[in-house]
């Protein structure tokens, strides 16, 4: 058995055979035809092209009404398969005496020069659209209009292109698991639309697994694993079971407040990445998005983004969540992503390196940009902001005051906005944790990015399978940063988020709300099950466990105790969710 | 001679989607122009393509604030050109 994470897009959770689709792979053998042929093999191809796009319209009605998104990107691929020139093209080769696939692959092979030598990264890669609209088309011409659907099976790729998906027929396809891909990306947009599970950003999937290994994939934690043993299936159907429950309680369950037995509120949100996900973290009971990240805005051009898209992303997430709160990350970027429209060196140690605030303090213009349109959609709702990566005193002031600036540019310029808008930090270096009192007194709110926060403190870059398993949320150095953290925000009268994974891990849900945080936030499909446990939870009772965990020695204890503590407890709770 | 020759029109467009001229106004741009009854070129200078051809016009590479020169020619040439005008300098 080897177990492989990726990132978690699409809730659920699957085991089944793995079918792998290797990157590039049409393959179509060339036939010359006589010439009294010619006509019927234009006419094979303009019916293949006529099904292909049945096929993509039958798609399109089967989603329900408010997957706009997926319906315009499906409208754009039927576009495609019906483009006037992919058949112009392809009957002139037939006419030279060719059959219909090898024409197909001709014009596939003249285009995909054509897009490589386009300057922009999102023009080049719809050849990946083209590419899986060929195989589409070239499936149907083979009679076969289902040429790679197997019977039930987890697809693993590369990456998956709308047409892919289609291609695949959602009803046999039991989870994506793509190597590449980000919560932003197409396969994560559809999947999500049509409830399969996925795992994105899954280094080293193609060559870890093999066609027809048996797969678990868990589309909320992200875990894959290959060949599990017959515990962990058993686990997965447990998961799935839970899963099942859940979804058909969330509308009984989306409106309930995260309250302990004992009655401290907690209050739960969600992180998220693309105003296309507000439905769900709706659906799922968010109340306010903790963590607007909004950095695809950034790498899927080359241009930095104008004003006026992050102004409009921004608010209609904001006007969306509202009365909640939504709290907006300002860019969390490395240098590296900006090589082009910056002009920036190499480094080599890129997280240590020029990224998130510091970036954003020596590129101001970047900086003001972003600031204007958070602060213009803070006319629309809720809105706090909060800087990442920030090491000090010194940092968080700069960036407040350019706040305070682009306020006073914006009130001359009599554009409105929220001039009490929360302006906080996030905790996510040890340096910031040393000074914690003193940030207090600057900012309106802390927010713990916890996955950073762990990298920097135990020094381990979880990405390097080497030191991975190191990566330890438990470890004492860990438990005592966040109370430092959050007794020096109380201390000064200010709320403490956690936006990091840690936050939506069932285990370690009672530590933190005995650590006293006031506010967790985490991906929508993670809220459900963590709000209905915590309130089975007592904070009487965690805050006497954690007591006891910061005692402890190492990492190993502090499991073990937690467990002890929470363990028969877990397992009703997670019982309780199947079985009533 | 006679007024026969089918009417042929110019014009200069700019892209001023965010996103430039990506997927979707180019499928919007190949459904609006559909029915009408016009030959339309789009591209930089001599380089023209088939403007209902997604896959041609995505191989122009427009992204927002490209000019483009539209070329129209037929009898419904001035509503094709129109039809361009409005995908193209819509804001979204």
């Known amino acids: ?580 | 001679m006679r007024e026969e020759r089918p009417k042929r029109l110019e014009g200069e467009i700019e892209v001023r989607g965010a996103l430039g001229l990506h997927a979707r106004p180019a499928a919007r741009l190949a459904r609006a122009l559909g029915p009408l009854k016009a030959r339309v070129l789009i591209g930089r200078g001599e380089n023209l393509v088939d403007a209902r051809s997604i896959l041609d016009v995505l191989t122009l590479g427009a992204r927002a604030g490209t000019r483009l020169r539209v070329v129209a020619e037929g009898e419904e040439a001035e509503a094709a050109l129109e039809t361009i005008r409005r995908i193209l300098e819509a804001e979204a």
């Not at chain 1, 319906?71 to 576009?79: D, K, V, Y």
């Not at chain 1, 696939?101 to 092979?109: F, I, Q, T």
């Not at chain 1, 914690?436 to 007194?441: C, I, K, P, Q, Y």
């Open chain 1, 1 to 580: 058995m080897k177990t492989l994470r990726g990132v978690g897009v699409s809730a659920g959770v699957a085991v089944g055979p793995a079918h792998v689709i290797f990157p590039g792979h049409i393959k179509v053998t060339r036939t010359r035809i006589s010439p009294e042929e010619i006509e019927g093999e234009i006419e094979r191809l303009t019916r293949a092209i006529r099904t292909t796009a049945r096929e993509i319209r039958k798609l399109q009605e089967k989603l329900p009404e408010n997957l706009g998104e997926v319906r315009a990107i499906l409208e754009a691929q039927r576009f495609l398969v019906e483009d006037p020139s992919l058949l112009r093209e392809a009957s002139e080769i037939i006419r030279q005496g060719f059959n219909a696939e090898w024409a197909l692959l001709k014009v596939l092979r003249r285009y995909e020069k054509v897009f490589s030598e386009l300057p922009d990264e999102y023009f080049r890669e719809r050849f990946r659209d083209l590419e899986g609209i060929v195989e589409m088309i070239i499936a149907s011409l083979r009679g076969d209009a289902r040429l790679r659907t197997v019977e039930k099976a987890v697809i693993v790729a590369r990456d998956l292109s709308p047409a892919d998906t289609v291609n695949l027929k959602p009803e046999n396809t039991l989870a994506f698991v793509t190597e590449a891909g980000s919560r932003t990306s197409h396969t994560a947009i559809v999947a999500r639309s049509l409830g399969i599970p996925a795992v994105v950003a899954a280094k080293g999937v193609l060559e870890e697994v093999s066609p027809g290994d048996l797969l678990a994939v868990d589309g909320t934690t992200g875990e894959i694993f290959i060949n599990p043993e017959k515990e962990i299936i058993r686990e997965f159907e447990e998961r799935n079971r839970r899963f099942h429950k859940l979804k058909a309680r969330l509308h009984q369950v989306a409106h309930l407040p995260a309250v302990t037995r004992d009655g401290r509120r907690l209050s739960l949100r969600a992180n998220l990445d693309l105003p296309e996900e507000i439905p769900y973290a709706r659906e799922y009971g968010a109340e306010g998005i903790g963590l607007l990240r909004t950095e695809y805005l950034y790498v899927s051009r080359k241009e930095l983004p104008p004003e006026e898209l992050l102004f409009e992303t921004y608010r209609q997430v904001v006007e969306a969540m509202a009365p909640h709160p939504v709290t907006i990350r300002t860019l969390d970027l490395g240098g590296d992503k900006f090589a082009s429209s910056l002009a920036l060196p190499e480094e080599i140690n890129p997280a240590l390196g020029l990224r998130a605030i510091r970036l954003c303090l020596r590129e101001e213009g970047l900086f003001r940009t972003q600031l204007r349109a958070i602060l213009r959609a803070s006319a629309y709702g809720k809105v706090k902001i909060m800087f990442p990566m920030i090491s000090g005193v010194t940092e968080f002031l700069r960036a407040r005051n350019l706040v305070e600036e682009i306020k006073q540019e914006l009130a001359s310029e009599g554009v409105a906005f929220d001039p009490e808008i929360p302006v906080g930090a996030m905790i996510e270096v040890p340096s910031a944790v040393a000074v914690a009192d003193l940030l207090a007194r600057e900012a309106d709110f802390f927010s713990i990015g916890t996955n950073d926060l762990i990298q920097y403190t135990l020094a381990i870059d979880r990405g390097n399978q080497e030191v991975a398993e190191l990566y330890e949320p438990l470890h004492p150095a860990v438990l005592r940063f966040i109370r430092t953290t959050v007794e020096a925000a109380h201390r000064a009268g200010i709320p403490v988020a956690m936006c990091g994974e840690m936050a939506g891990e069932l285990l370690y849900v009672p530590v933190l709300v005995g650590l006293e945080l006031d506010e967790l936030s985490m991906n929508p499909q993670s809220l459900p099950e963590v709000k209905l446990f915590i309130r089975e939870l007592s904070f009487q009772r965690c805050q006497e466990v954690v007591a006891q965990l910061l005692r402890l020695t190492c990492q190993d204890e502090v499991r073990e105790a937690l467990a002890e503590a929470f363990g028969p407890l877990m397992s009703r709770f997670s019982r309780s969710l199947w079985f009533e």
